[in-house]
């Protein structure tokens, strides 16, 4: 079996080869998955160079044949999964995507907002050639994506490859899964299914804009008394950046992107306060990494450690107060992260054994299934929600979730026609949907501002300029 990592010299490469290790050894998580080869396909020669030399120091026995191109028809030929991670533009774009926004006095963060469109604007053209590669040279294959703004690019690319393009995202399961531990249950019975598993759950909304609503352990929802206990909420990191008080308010438990809806200027206020933004702090840092590497290879995997810790710690840092903003608790990243998701799933498809979780799927996906309605029902079709969902051999079930209401049905419907608008026009060319879908996101207050904010990335990224034929 043959796994692509499109974005092969990204960060959490080692992570996904110290996991197949392991399988391929008969232990760790997922001691059923056997792959043979991993290609790493990259657009960056140094890139692929110093993940090569991370891999080598590291060592991992039993890992699986490993190839590396920049050749994309080579990579595609013959997978039978893909993990999507592209980066298109680098870490500089993400400069660019925060910046222009914050000079604007609007926020700059890589998938929410301003920002999360520009980065859609640039990667959307490098999204559909992929699938349209996948679907020429390996229309079987699963696409498990975790390219961000995920939910815009897994609709994308549903436009050509349907169901088998996956969104897929750690913030969700991983707050379900903290929680669950928060209440005294079994964090790991959460992604079992079958009779007696004890923990239920229901989650709804749109990739880093979802709702925890319900969690039933052993028969009983828990969900109200972890509300009303500090102590409690006090494990759940969402809970302390937005504010025990909003979420008894809410009722609920919101994904932790939510930050910047709830505070946004908290949030635009800490961010514009920082010596430099987060892509800037990335761009810098990563640079220095991959220069070290290509220094002293000797000392890649060491090298590696430390920038992913470093990476990690800081991770929305401006979510967190002054005090705390140096290093994140244990119980903060104990989920596993995006390649944890998507090994999960890959495992569930590959072995048939039935696994809960929480992706983005069409809207629509669950209707020929069980012969019911759309899984929210004020959307269209074709848009992609996140939800839980059952994996097995037969691939991906969306699970029936509770109705969306009030001011949370007008935030989802909001932004997904915002994201339909980005997807139109990234596909067109055409600036004036550009526009609209800036001027319509909530945390743009003028469609002035919205026009500016568009010129700003025409002018100053190749990129977005390329993609509306300038």
Known sequence: MKLLIVGGGGFRVPQVIEVLAAARAGSGPHPGLVVDEVCLYDISPQRLDAMRAVLADLDFPLAPALASTTRLEEAVRGADFIFSAMREGGTHGRVLDELVALEQGVLGQETVGAGGYAYAFRTIPAAMELARTVRDLAPEAWVINF??????????????LGGRVVGICDTPIGLVRRATTAV???AA????VGAGVGVEFDYVGLN????????????RDRLPGL????????HLEEARVIGFDWVRALGMLPNEYLFYYYLGRESLERIRAEAETRGQFLERRQGEFYDAVAAQPQRA??????????????????????????????????????QQVALDLMTAVHTGVPARMILDVGNGDACSAD???LLVPQLREDAVVEVPCVVDGDGVHPQRVGALAGTELGLVATVKGCEELVIDAALSGDET??????AGHPLIDSVNVARRVLDGYLERNPLVARTFGR
Do not use: F, K
């Open 147 to 160: 390219t961000n703004p995920a939910g815009i690019i897994t609709q994308a690319m549903r436009t050509v």
């Open 184 to 186: 005294g249950g079994d």
């Open 189 to 192: 019975c959460v992604s079992r």
């Open 208 to 219: 880093h804009l979802g709702w925890l609503r319900s969690l039933v352990v052993d028969g």
């Open 227 to 234: 509300l009303a206990d500090d102590a409690a909420l006090d």
């Open 301 to 338: 995997g060491e090298l590696w450690r430390r920038a992913h810790a470093e990476r990690e710690a800081t991770y929305m840092a401006e979510s967190r107060d002054a005090a705390d903003r140096a290093g994140r608790r244990e119980e903060d990243i104990a989920g596993g992260g995006y």
């Open 371 to 373: 012969g019911g309605g």
């Open 433 to 438: 949907l550009a526009w609209r879908a800036l």
